[in-house]
């Protein structure tokens, strides 16, 4: 499984890696600042308020073990861990429109053969993420065959696989633009896709 590109000594807020704005007119500036300096924040501050001993390095295998801690801490690990896991490679797996294409390449194939072509595979995706009832995520994840599957996660759960893409469906991720629009807002997000870092994890998940 990937692991974000955190690696500090306690669990830390990872930089975007765009301005603010860059994501305009899809996912508007207002959103971004509250979705990564205050949403995500939180999710650092109480995952280290939890485990002030653990640093990102080990947040996988601490999200995969849950089971070893403390009944006390352990939702607050799975919420707050999971919240800073999934932010953490959803902003990677963003970036500003000019720079979203997908036009060749071994992920471009298997998408082809799984789902028919690419307007398919939106379409299924998109059904997903409008599926699922209240907060959560919808996936592309791959096992280590490089078989890819569609797949969705309530709260901020982990789903089985490696997470090649992933989209926010909490209302946090849309709300101020789109308000209960949840379609619009998959529509538009199509447009910031990072589709360069997908291929890379597709790559990665070998
Ligand atoms: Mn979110």
Redesign the pocket.
């Known amino acids: 499984m990937l692991q974000p590109d955190i690696l500090e000594s306690m669990f830390t807020l990872p930089e975007l890696p765009f301005a603010t704005n860059a994501l305009e007119p899809f996912i508007d500036t207002q959103t971004m600042e509250i979705?990564h300096g205050k949403?995500h924040a939180a999710y650092v501050k109480n995952l280290n308020d939890a485990l002030p001993d653990v640093s990102d390095s080990d947040l996988l295998k601490t999200l995969r073990n849950l089971s070893d801690l403390p009944e006390l801490i352990r939702n607050k690990v799975k919420n707050n861990g999971g919240g800073h896991y999934n932010?953490s490679l959803f902003w990677q797996m963003l970036c500003p429109a000019v720079d979203s294409k997908i036009t060749e390449g071994k992920l471009l194939s298997a998408i082809n053969s799984t789902f028919g072509n690419l307007d398919g595979f939106k379409e299924k995706f998109a059904a997903a993420a409008l599926g699922r009832f209240g907060s959560g995520w919808v996936w592309l994840v791959a096992n280590d065959q490089q078989q890819i599957a569609i797949t969705d996660t309530p709260n901020q759960d982990l789903p089985e696989g490696t997470p090649i893409l992933g989209l926010?469906v909490?209302e946090?991720?849309y709300y101020l633009k789109y308000q209960n629009r949840r379609p619009e807002y998959v529509e538009g997000w199509w447009n910031v896709v990072n589709w360069k870092k997908v291929e890379a994890n597709f790559s990665g998940s070998v």
């Open positions: 979705h949403h932010h926010d909490w946090h991720a």
